[in-house]
């Protein structure tokens, strides 16, 4: 009861649009897992076995077959955030996260089943005898509510700009400005520019440049992962035990690593596992409606596989990745960031139990801890007082100020309530742990040979996040040909490439406030529609399991 307690009291003491999502997709996940009496497991063999018998091209040019839609819905998923998105789990939440995250995915099978089952069976053919079709649509026709399906729709642009473009545009575009030291907005205009040229050949251009280019950097992916993985042999068994037996207790802290608790752990797993695989969100359900199969359970049964590959491989490998390499909780050395940085009026010790929980609970829950204010005195770079900083959730060591030429800084810092108020006076540096968006560079820096490993990284994630902006920018195209028509579809990339320009300069948490909005505003129609069409895709599926049966 005490954890309950506690995850219920996190979840409403930080209540966002995002946290309304996380309830309803364990909710809806768990319920067509019991509903449809457990279909990723009675089901997972069969599903597997019709994407492999199916074959990868088909001889209608405007038709295309499940091996090629899956891929291309798996590369819109797999994207930045299955890299560093899982990085920023384990962050907040601890290595128990990855075991909510798996936990949620398995949920999250049932509602692809019923998601795309749906969309599928109500899609449409236009004048030309071409497949067109999505959540709007059922929600129009089949539910007769015109004003939820232009919601739906209009959320879904603002999600495929807020969401789907701008942060994976910001951190390719960082990444590779600070590699290679070119000029940020050149680097935005490239990539819009590669975008833009993709999109507007059309949906078969998409699905081309996947073929060629996602497998390859998959399994490239893979490959790095697994070598860094074995690199550190010494610390799987050690990792796995952290994931999985200490799940309800992830509040034991390992290194320097402050701040987790199991009311973090699971909203941090659980959310990132719903934001990787999409599930609830009907997203990928739009890609399906040209599949060449007429079953809509099949090709539902296919889907229900991409939670599976997106989060219980990838996510989970990542997570390996990082515990594994032991870099998560080490102290590194590094530049202090203000931000980030706290002053304690006392000394503290991360190996005594009791200052462990007290540190933890002021940052978790932000229970009163007596921060420095003052005149902090600096002699030779070194405090003269025995107190203790907090950064990036651990106690920083080896701490020493410097003046901005990069001397010893001497001399007296103002301090109110433990932040520095004089900034430009001094350079801070010292070790702590690497904050989570630094965390997958460092990773691949230090276990492949520097330089390599770096390139390694920016190369990984550079296609990694093309592809979620490609496949995102068209499930957006397919949202406005519901509201317009389809003719103005050129109009609409060449709006999403230049809003996603000017939006790069928008402050961040911004964009990211307006862009979980969309995503809650996005998902509530989509559940709603299948909520209320459950009893015929259940009885699709008893015919479907039936025939399986007599054969």
Known sequence: MRYLYIVGFSILRDFNPMSLVLIMAIFIGIYFTVYFNFPQVRFFFKALNILRKDKFFTNNSHTYSLKQLFLTSIAGMVGVGNITGVATAIYFGGPTSLFWMILAAFFAMATKLIEVSLVHKYRKTNEKG???????YVIKEKMNFSTMATLFSVMTIIVAILLGAIPQVEIISHAISS??????????????????????????????????????????????????????????????????????????????????????????GSMKSIQSNEAGLGSSAMLYVKSEEKNSIKVGLVAMLEPFVDTILICFLSGLLILSSGCWNEKNDTILKNDQLVILAKHYDDTNSKDVKELSDFLLYGSRIKTFSGDLLVENGEMLY??????????????????????????????????????????????????????????????LYGFWGKGIFILLIVFLALTTIVV?????????SFLFNKKYIKLYYLSFLIITIFSMYIFEPVYLSFGAIAFTLMALPNVICIMVCRKEIKKDLKEFSNKKSTK
């Open 179 to 268: 590699a290679f030291d070119l000029d940020l907005n050149f680097i935005v205009f490239l990539i819009v520019l590669l975008v833009g040229f993709i999109l507007i050949f059309g949906f078969k251009r998409i699905v081309c440049f996947i073929e060629v280019m996602f497998p390859f950097i998959g399994f490239s992916f893979i490959i790095v992962s697994v070598f860094i993985i074995i690199s550190n042999y010494q610390n799987i068994l050690p990792s796995l035990k952290m994931i999985f037996l200490d799940v309800l207790s992830p509040d034991s802290v390992i290194g320097g690593f402050l701040g987790t608790s199991i009311a973090y752990s699971i909203g941090n």
């Open 130 to 136: 071409r497949f067109y079709g999505g959540t709007m």
């Open 472 to 480: 995102w920018g068209y499930y957006g195209g397919l949202a406005f």
């Open 386 to 447: 025995f107190l203790s900083v907090i950064h990036n959730k651990s106690l920083a060591e080896d701490i020493l100020f410097f003046d901005k030429v990069g001397n010893y800084y001497s001399g007296r810092l103002k301090i109110i309530d433990g932040e520095i108020q004089e900034l430009d006076k001094v350079v801070i540096k010292g070790k702590s742990i690497i904050k989570e968006d630094e965390l997958m560079l460092h990773i691949f820096t230090k276990n």
